[in-house]
T-cell receptor, first 112, second 115 residues
Framework: SQKIEQNSEALNIQEGKTATLTCNYTNYSPAYLQWYRQDPGRGPVFLLLIRENEKEKRKERLKVTFDTTLKQSLFHITASQPADSATYLCALDPGGASKIIFGSGTRLSIRP | ETGVTQTPRHLVMGMTNKKSLKCEQHLGHNAMYWYKQSAKKPLELMFVYNFKEQTENNSVPSRFSPECPNSSHLFLHLHTLQPEDSALYLC??????????????FGPGTRLTVL
């Protein structure tokens, strides 16, 4: 069956370090992979989309990689700040009008 | 207002009550979605509407009944719910064009508690 896993339920790192979150999937061939941020009591907010033929995508302090051979995406936040503390969701997008499948998220905490 | 709005933000109801959740998007999108989010579980897609037509019903129990009167409004009618239906219900919208949907924009959600 199709499965999407985010490496850990929670991740705690020191301010200023790079946070790396992992998204693995099986039995799936997404055309796109999306990352969202969700704060407590709020809906997810879209951050980045990466296509299957792209290796890497950057936006300010964010970087996403997509390895279709390993079936894995890495999400990096460089120079992390306490304001980056949130839950981060990856989502597989098969393309077309098919539904997007979300992972259960990784709760990231950045300590000062 | 901008973006996607949802009302009410919090709802407590008994198992015999009937209530409705409302979602409105001000983004001009042509697709709208209902998701259920339970603690420590992935977002579960419930319903999808494209151009006001329901295109997905993800095996949702009939005690949940969606309604999409136009491309900007989406309702979720609730009746005879169970305590396990307590969750955060999220509405989202996106633009579908050329057979491809863009990223989704979510509302703040309705925190539902069924007693």
């Amino acid at each position: 069956s199709q499965k999407i896993e985010q490496n850990s339920e929670a991740l705690n790192i020191q301010e200023g370090k790079t946070a790396t979150l992992t998204c693995n999937y099986t039995n799936y061939s997404p055309a796109y992979l999306q990352w969202y941020r969700q704060d407590p009591g709020r809906g997810p907010v879209f951050l980045l989309l990466i296509r299957e033929n792209e290796k890497e995508k950057r936006k300010e302090r964010l970087k996403v990689t997509f390895d279709t051979t390993l079936k894995q995406s890495l999400f990096h936040i460089t120079a992390s700040q306490p304001a980056d503390s949130a839950t981060y969701l990856c989502a597989l997008d098969p393309g077309g009008a098919s539904k997007i499948i979300f992972g259960s998220g990784t709760r990231l905490s950045i300590r000062p | 207002e901008t973006g996607v709005t949802q009302t009410p933000r919090h709802l407590v109801m008994g198992m015999t009550n009937k209530k409705s959740l409302k979602c409105e998007q001000h983004l001009g999108h042509n697709a709208m979605y209902w998701y259920k989010q339970s603690a420590k579980k992935p977002l579960e897609l419930m319903f999808v509407y494209n151009f006001k037509e329901q295109t997905e019903n993800n095996s949702v129990p009939s005690r949940f009944s969606p309604e999409c009167p136009n491309s900007s409004h989406l309702f979720l009618h609730l009746h005879t719910l169970q305590p396990e239906d307590s969750a955060l219900y999220l509405c989202a919208s996106s633009q579908v064009s050329g057979g491809r949907q863009d990223e989704q924009f979510f509302g703040p959600g309705t925190r539902l508690t069924v007693l």
